[in-house]
């Protein structure tokens, strides 16, 4: 059951980075901040920070998040908002000032920060005893001095390429300058975040989440569940490519009083082909008899008999039955009544058949899934027959890793398509549910009030904590019926 476990949650991890990647990709493209990358959910095990990121891993698996600046439910930019932002600055100028040994690595965030506000200087002509201020002129940000009545900086002190390796943006100028202002850094980001100037204001808009055009957010918001969907045919083009176990068309055994049996076709029968079609597997056919529509066929057999092998034809004419679907549904198909002995072979696919099988086989999945989903809203299939929770999807990662890395594989694929897909349903605090508050956003001209938003938020998150409440008891329920 260990091995089980760690298998999931494996596959999870692949899972949520691939989804949350694209939200992160997505958002960098059009310039949101993003503020963490985390696979997990907190406390935080480990991380650490490259730009203007944090990637961690949390000690709750099966599941993460990209936190993007400003991404809370709100108006406008509130002080602890802005508090934020002014404390992320800060960690870029300290980050941008370690490349260049200008900060002590064992020292802390007001620290670093003063040392680079003290170590920057600018025009000693402009650089008086005076408030600090940022001017721009002709495109130049030029610094003012420090705190009134303390000594201007000294003729040893660097400007920013020397410093952090490139000039300072605006909102970065006005932090550096309130720090030389305050005796503390924690006063100079309180100040700033209460009295924001207008380019602070319009620094934090340019990169926040909620102030980007409707456009900008449903692509941020819809990257996460594509890319979910798109990386199941690229990694089903491995999976072809490596060798995926194929069933061949060999009968284990037939149905009696079913029309195979009835015609003679015996277990070990071998099927080479189906009305002059060459059959290589089971699959193809299942399909060529079922999409017959009826018609009579004729199946080319090769039997085995007293150690001899000899090749016979058969017709056969399908019947329509009755029988239950992966999803718990009875669906009427053409058949002969025969199962498969069991027999396979590893079969493997050059680079551009890959890509055509793994297209295709998503495709099919897709489709079959959305059924799937519909016929449990439309009640024709039972809840507790067609969803699992953690505890089955964990068996199921064991069984599947048992039987092989690409039965792994096809379970990963399988589930990735789900993520895809059940995230884009309009249900508040999935993704679909953000693209609904957008719709709403577009017919309006305006974001839906933020009462509403926060109400439909909160019965998103019963219906979510009441689903996995009853996932996990169906779960439960399963194991103790055996």
């Known amino acids: 059951m260990i091995s089980s476990i760690l298998y999931a949650a494996l596959v999870f991890a692949v899972l949520v980075v691939v989804h949350e990647a694209g939200h992160f990709a997505m958002a960098k493209k059009v310039g949101v901040r993003v503020l963490r990358f985390s696979v997990g959910y907190p406390p935080k095990i480990l991380g650490f920070r490259r730009g203007e990121t944090e990637y961690s891993v949390g000690a709750t698996p099966f599941g993460g998040y990209v936190r993007m600046l400003g991404d809370e439910v709100g108006e406008k930019p509130t002080p602890d ?71 201007t900086v000294p003729a040893l002190a660097l400007g920013p390429v020397a410093v952090i390796g490139r000039e300072l943006k605006p909102d970065e100028a006005l932090l550096i300058n309130e720090v030389r202002a305050h005796p503390k850094v924690d006063d100079a980001i309180k100040e700033l975040a209460d009295r924001p100037p207008t380019v602070l204001i319009e620094a934090y808009c340019s990169r926040a989440f909620p102030t980007q055009s409707l456009g900008k957010r ?70 060529t008899v079922k999409a017959g529509d009826g018609s009579p066929v004729k199946l080319e057999i090769q039997r085995q008999q007293s150690g001899k092998s000899t090749n016979s034809t058969i017709v056969i004419t399908p019947t329509r039955l009755d029988q239950k679907t992966i999803y718990g549904t009875n669906a009427t198909s053409w058949v002969i009544g025969v199962q498969p002995s069991g027999d396979e072979i590893t079969k493997r696919y050059g680079p551009i058949s890959a890509v055509k099988e793994a297209c295709e086989t998503s495709v099919e999945m897709t489709v079959q899934m959305v059924v799937g989903i519909a016929s449990i809203f439309s009640g024709s299939t039972p809840v507790k027959d067609a969803l699992g929770g953690p505890i089955m999807i964990a068996q199921m990662a064991g069984q599947e890793a048992h039987r092989g890395l690409a039965n792994l594989a096809m379970f990963t694929v399988m589930l990735s398509l789900e993520l895809g897909i059940i995230n884009l349903l309009p249900v508040p605090l999935l993704d679909g549910g953000h693209l609904l508050f957008f719709v709403f956003e577009g017919i309006k001209g305006k974001p839906l009030e933020l009462r509403y938003r926060e109400a439909m938020l909160q019965v998103g998150l019963f219906l979510l904590v009441a689903l996995m409440a009853f996932v996990i008891f169906n779960d439960i329920s399963r194991i103790v019926q055996g």
């Not at 965030?109 to 005076?130: E, K």
């Not at 819809?222 to 068309?249: E, H, R």
């Open 81 to 151: 908002e802005i508090k934020l932002y002014l404390h992320e600055i800060g960690l870029d100028l300290i980050g941008a000032a370690r490349e260049h040994g200008a900060v002590l690595d064992g020292a802390d965030f007001d620290d670093n920060l003063r040392m680079i506000a003290d170590r920057l200087s600018s025009d000693p002509d402009r650089g008086g005893p005076a408030r600090a201020s940022v001017a721009v002129q002709s495109g130049n940000i030029a610094l003012a001095s420090s705190v009134p009545d303390a000594p």
């Open 218 to 287: 449903v692509l941020i918001v819809l990257a996460g569940p594509l890319s979910n969907i798109i990386f199941a045919p690229l990694l089903l083009t491995f999976v072809f490519m490596y060798g995926v176990p194929t069933l061949l068309p060999v009968v284990g055994k037939t149905t009696k009083d079913l029309p195979a049996a009835k015609a003679g076709l015996l277990t070990g029968d071998r099927i080479t082909a189906v009305n002059g079609q060459l059959m290589d597997t089971w699959a193809d056919f299942s399909k």
